[in-house]
């Protein structure tokens, strides 16, 4: 197996050189070399031509980030990338961390000539991050908050409702406080290079792709976005959303500020629709008496169809809170939780294989570590689902 034989196996150390050795290119590919594998064999989704999940043709695509602790232990937070240029004759360092009002380093020893002598040479690209534990501020999860220094696994994982499983299709790590707003454009644009046959009915994300140019993504190759609502400010005033038009979990207001009721998504146009149903008439407020709307020949009243952002009254478009699907509706919800969970389910397989701490030095060694752990989870499911069958025909 691999020219290995019986009583000659390579060491841990001689494997990791060997694959260390790969390159990026490759590593990177391995994934979507696996998935086009199950597409030549017809194993990926959909396998029932009746069902109604996904409503699109295409396969579900789920994304999320992982922090993953570095090798090296952290021994300043504030640490930057200038903390590792080196010094010549009459110049100084900027310290970061000082200028936060913390001790930090003058640098003005020997010891800190090439770099400071607080920075981890082993993890240069390793950062310090807190994770809150939530992005929408309706969500807050104290005890999931917790301080990172390392990096970002970010993993575009496909979602087999049928099977009940998913593949990680392509996988890229990161310093720890790179933003997913850089990180998501670029690599659904390796996915799409790598894997240009590769259908996408819908994507599903938290609230951190809650931003337009993300959005825009998503919608430009004719996806569903199934993304978390990113909130504001705003949002908590009730005249602020009346005069916008809309509330903060996205649904459309009438001119008298109710909320308008979900009528259905065409799929072909990719637009929702909402209606009014006539609410004002079952009001006592004798200002809603005269609404325009109210005629009784036309009994869903005022229409609104919404694609990928909202029209503000000053003719601006607004995508933040504009979703295809109404925010916690059963078919929200339907989609939202199964695939959120492939993610968490990826992201714990690969802290159950010890990896919480990366067990390689740098981003390139992270990196490696992360997409051939990836690798594996999609071969274990393999091996799973095989087994699976065999039993059944046993």
């Not at 200028?99 to 000539?113: H, N, V």
């Not at 869903?300 to 933040?320: E, N």
């Not at 809170?321 to 078919?331: D, E, G, T, V, Y």
Request: glycine share 6%; net charge negative; aromatic share 8%.
């Amino acid at each position: 197996m691999l020219g290995f034989t019986a009583d000659a196996t390579p060491g841990a150390s001689t494997l990791r050189t060997f694959y260390h050795a790969l390159g990026e290119a490759l590593g990177t590919a391995l994934c979507p070399r696996f998935i086009q594998l199950l597409a030549d064999a017809e194993l990926l989704p959909p396998h029932d031509p009746d069902s109604a999940v996904p409503a699109r043709d295409g396969l579900p695509l789920a994304v999320d980030g992982q922090l993953l602790e570095a090798h090296t232990s952290e021994r300043c937070a504030q640490v930057t990338a200038s903390c590792y240029q080196p010094l010549q004759p009459g110049q100084s360092r900027p310290c970061p961390a000082r200028e936060a009002g913390r001790d930090g380093c003058a640098c003005d020893t020997d010891a800190c000539a090439q770099r400071c002598h607080y920075t981890t040479p082993r993890d240069a690209e390793a950062r310090h991050i807190h994770y809150s534990g939530s992005n929408q501020d309706d969500e807050t999860d104290k005890q999931r908050e917790r301080d990172v220094y390392g990096y970002r696994s970010y993993a575009h994982t496909l979602v087999d409702d049928d099977l009940h499983t998913y593949w990680v299709a392509y996988t890229s790590v990161h310093p720890a406080t790179t933003d997913e707003r850089v990180i998501f454009p670029r690599d659904f644009a390796q996915l799409q290079a790598q894997l240009p046959e590769l259908p996408v009915s819908e994507l599903v994300a938290d609230a951190a792709l809650g931003y337009t140019p993300c959005l825009d993504v998503i919608y430009d190759v004719q996806a569903i976005p199934i993304v978390y609502i990113r909130h504001a400010p705003s949002d908590s005033d009730p005249e602020a959303c009346q005069l916008r038009g809309y509330d903060r979990r996205g649904r459309p207001l009438c001119i008298h500020g109710h909320p308008m009721a979900f009528n259905g998504l065409d799929y072909a146009r990719l637009r929702a629709c909402w209606v009014c149903h006539q609410v004002c008439a079952r009001t006592t407020n004798p200002a809603e008496r005269d609404c325009p709307f109210r005629d009784p020949e036309h009994p869903l009243g005022l229409v609104r169809h919404v694609k990928r952002a909202f029209t503000h009254p000053d003719g601006s478009h607004h995508a933040r809170l504009a979703r295809l699907f109404h925010l916690n509706s059963p078919s929200w919800k339907k989609r939202y939780r199964s695939r959120r969970n492939a993610t968490e389910s990826r992201n714990s397989q690969l802290k159950h294989l010890g990896l919480a701490r990366i067990a390689s030095y740098g981003l390139h060694g992270a990196r490696d570590d992360i997409v051939f752990a990836d690798l594996l989870i999609n071969l274990r499911n393999l091996a799973r689902l095989v087994q699976q069958a065999t039993a059944l025909t046993a």
